[in-house]
């Protein structure tokens, strides 16, 4: 049983893990039948419920209960962004909309152990630091290289590598694949599973999709793809 209540303390948990960055809807949950909800043009995280009640949208407050409201949220979405494919257009989303969010078309996927992952990102400790690194995913028949790049000038600040295998990595592709992602956003989303287990990455042209087989209560999160102006020095000493 996972009620509302828990996916409120497990996102306050998380909360200073975040860069709050836009619209107003973004600094909230938004509850329906099913999920709990925290949407952005660049992130969106949905956790599944067992607790049927009306909708309503949450945003944390100083005080511990914080404010519930009747308004959906997702009516009046204003921010843009020029760095990040968005995971939508529109400047609303109805509830069909909500559940296309998640649906990813995706060519390969990747399987990586949670815990080192969470380390290696956390190697940069600044928030704001981090907001400005890119998450490098590179993957071939045998090796995944994971590899935390200052975006600015392209710099590997640290690297790790897992060899591929039935439990670590996916090795149907052949040859290489690259993905990038924010690595603040990649490490708020990986710190909402059990760190104990493996998260898998799905892989698309504009976004990027985590779940897992192992955490309770059920969370998926897509998080944007950075545009190819983002990443074009990386690419040109790769």
């Known amino acids: 049983m996972v009620s509302r209540y828990d996916i409120v303390n497990l996102f306050n948990s998380q909360l200073p893990l975040l860069s709050w960055k836009g619209d107003?809807?973004?600094?909230?949950?938004?509850?329906?039948?099913?999920?709990?909800?925290?949407?952005?043009?660049?992130y969106a995280v949905r956790v599944r419920?067992?607790?049927p009640a009306p909708s309503?949208?949450?945003r944390?407050?100083?005080?511990?209960?914080?404010?519930?409201?009747?308004?959906?949220?997702y009516?009046?979405?204003?921010k843009v962004t020029k760095n990040y494919h968005p995971l939508f257009q529109t400047n609303q989303l109805d509830e069909t909309a909500l559940e296309h969010l998640f649906n990813v078309d995706f060519y390969?996927?990747?399987?990586?152990?949670?815990?080192p992952l969470d380390i290696l990102l956390r190697k940069v400790a600044n928030k704001r630091q981090r907001d400005r690194c890119l998450l490098e995913i590179k993957k071939d028949i045998d090796e995944i290289q994971v590899s935390l790049i200052e975006r600015a000038n392209a710099t590997v600040l640290f690297s790790e590598s897992f060899k591929t295998s039935t439990e670590i990595?996916?090795?149907e592709t052949k040859g290489m694949v690259y993905t990038y992602l924010n690595?603040?956003?990649v490490l708020h989303a990986l710190n909402l599973f059990n760190l104990k287990g493996n998260v898998f990455f799905s892989l698309s042209r504009d976004r990027i999709k985590l779940n897992s087989y192992t955490s309770t209560p059920k969370v998926e999160a897509v998080i944007s793809v950075p545009k190819h102006k983002q990443i074009k020095n990386r690419n040109q000493i790769n």
Do not use: M, S, W
């Open 24 to 42: 107003e809807h973004a600094k909230g949950l938004y509850f329906n039948q099913d999920y709990g909800y925290l949407v952005e043009r660049t």
């Open 49 to 51: 419920h067992n607790e």
């Open 56 to 58: 309503v949208f949450y």
């Open 60 to 73: 944390p407050c100083d005080n511990e209960e914080g404010e519930v409201v009747t308004d959906y949220p």
């Open 75 to 78: 009516k009046d979405l204003t």
């Open 108 to 115: 390969d996927h990747v399987i990586l152990p949670a815990a």
């Open 169 to 171: 990595g996916y090795h």
């Open 183 to 185: 690595a603040n956003t």
